[in-house]
């Protein structure tokens, strides 16, 4: 009898197809919004295997919902919204997708690096309002990237990519991760730091670690209070690692220089947050890993988990926490 496979949210058509030449698929909508959670409770019940986004919470309700549930197949590299020790506990197989999308969200991560330190995005607002009178030396004045020191916290594949991009900018790269890499020190030619030298010592802060309760807002009103007035703090990894409020008092008063953000608490991120009424903050929309390529990339390995383990085979990128 033919699986059956509930996806949460539009997928491109090729990898539905690809799925539906085999299994029984339903998809929530063809319309690219998040399914509601009562259609995910109900939906849960009489499927082997789901393909969810990180907008989905799979909690122990959703868990215990599951009949015959077999595998839960994240498209993103993160699973924080995942409760992955439940869903083992009840035989499930959790995946998600990494590598595939770490030199691309490498690649926003420096993106937003620049654009913060070199007033991107206020020098373009700034010339179209009109306001821009005459060229002048201290104008729109940002930060040196070439030469400045880089603190990477969590140097995981995404954190060492950022390694590379920062080399090419003579960067000297710092890091602190849970494990210490004594290997990647030589390889990459960077330091390790514990957090408070790291933040003492870093041009750039940048977070590349998951998201779990235990590191709940690991940058805070201390954390912050221990950076250098012209750092700038980055994070693409996720809204929780950073006490927003401490966040927003350290920027208005120019504790710290700035920052950029592409993830946030709450997500999406309420219009009116007070975050995004600040000049020295460059704010965009959870998109790290939002090439085509990689997104392609992200939806094909998602459906050959699925396929893997519904076929009986071994998840080909399992979720094992450590
Ligand atoms: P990864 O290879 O698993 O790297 C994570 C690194 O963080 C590992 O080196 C890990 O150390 C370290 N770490 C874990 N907990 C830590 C802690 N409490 N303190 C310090 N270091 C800790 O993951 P990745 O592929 O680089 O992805 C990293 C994160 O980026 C994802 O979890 C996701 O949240 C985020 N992300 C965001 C986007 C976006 O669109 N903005 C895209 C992709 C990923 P160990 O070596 O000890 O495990
Ligand atoms: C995106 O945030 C991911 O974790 O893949």
Redesign the pocket.
């Known amino acids: 009898m033919k699986r059956t496979v509930y996806i949460t949210r539009k997928l491109p058509e090729e990898i539905v197809d690809k799925l539906s030449s085999r299994f029984n698929v339903k998809m929530w909508s063809e319309e690219d919004v998040p399914v509601p959670r009562e259609v995910l409770l109900r939906e849960i019940e009489e499927v082997d295997g789901l393909i969810c986004l990180l907008t989905e919470k799979i909690d122990e309700e959703v868990l215990n919902k599951a009949r015959q549930l077999k595998v839960i197949s994240n498209v ?5 919204n995942i409760d992955v020790q439940a869903a083992n506990e009840k035989g499930m197989v959790v995946t998600n997708t ?2 595939v ?2 030199e691309t ?1 490498a690649d ?1 991560t420096f993106a937003l690096l620049m654009a913060a330190a070199r007033r991107v995005v206020e020098g373009s607002d700034y010339l179209r309002s009109g306001e821009w009178g005459a060229w002048s030396l201290m104008q729109m004045t940002g930060q040196d990237i070439f030469g400045a020191t880089i603190g990477i ?8 990519a950022l390694v590379k991009r920062a080399k090419g900018f003579d960067m000297n790269v710092l890091y ?4 210490r ?1 004594p290997e990647k020190e030589v390889e990459l030619g960077i330091h390790y730091r514990d957090m408070k030298d790291l933040l003492q010592q870093s041009d750039f802060v940048c977070l ?5 309760p ?2 709940h807002h ?1 940058i805070g009103k201390e954390e912050l209070s221990f950076m250098k007035r012209n750092a700038i703090l980055v994070n ?3 809204g929780g690692l950073v006490d927003e409020e401490a966040l927003y008092h350290a920027l208005k008063t120019r504790e710290i220089w700035g920052a950029g953000l ?2 946030f608490e709450q997500e999406p991120v309420p219009i009116d947050h007070p975050l995004l009424s600040l000049p020295n903050v460059v704010t965009l929309p ?5 090439s085509l390529k990689t997104r392609m990339r992200m939806a094909e390995l998602a459906a050959d988990n699925m396929v893997s383990v519904l076929t009986g085979n071994e998840a080909i990128t399992p979720v094992l926490i ?1």
């Open positions: 993103a590299v993160g699973y924080n990494p590598s999308l770490t969200t926003l916290i969590g140097l995981g594949r995404i954190g060492e602190y991760n849970r494990t890499k590349l670690l998951p998201y779990s235990e590191v690991l693409t990894a996720r592409d993830v959870h998109i790290g890993s939002a450590k």
